[in-house]
Nanobody, 128 residues
């Protein structure tokens, strides 16, 4: 059974940094585009960042551009999200997701229903 597991969440003050990591058990993530999404309290899940199968194509939501960095290490079967200059509005449960069967070589997808496998999420809380 495919399972994505996020780690690295926590509580920080405004301006702080966190690094989230996503690993997989049961399959290799190589070949699939990967994405990070988040769900703020009382709101719908939203796109944060995506990366193509080999890291050659990356796309960010405008709200995190310049502050967050997505990366992947296919040898370790992991995808990370480095979050800097965090703001209270970044508070959310963060999810890792696999765009199964889609490489992202030419473009990356941003809709929740386009991603097939999901982790259970990790909480990020930014206090002012």
């Amino acid at each position: 059974q495919v399972q994505l597991v996020e780690s690295g969440g926590g509580s920080v003050q405004t301006g702080g940094s966190l690094r989230l990591s996503c690993g997989a058990s049961g399959r290799t993530l190589t070949g699939s585009a990967m994405g990070w999404f988040r769900q703020p309290p009382g709101k719908e899940r939203e796109f944060v960042a995506a990366i193509s199968w080999n890291g050659g194509n990356i796309y960010y939501a405008d709200s995190v551009k310049g502050r967050f960095t997505i990366s992947r290490d296919n040898a370790k079967n992991t995808v990370d999200l480095q979050m800097n200059s965090l703001k209270p509005e970044d508070t959310a449960v963060y999810y890792c997701a696999e765009d199964y069967g889609f490489s992202g070589r030419e473009y990356l997808r941003t809709r929740v229903n386009e991603y097939y496998y999901w982790g259970h999420g990790t909480q990020v809380t930014v206090s002012s």
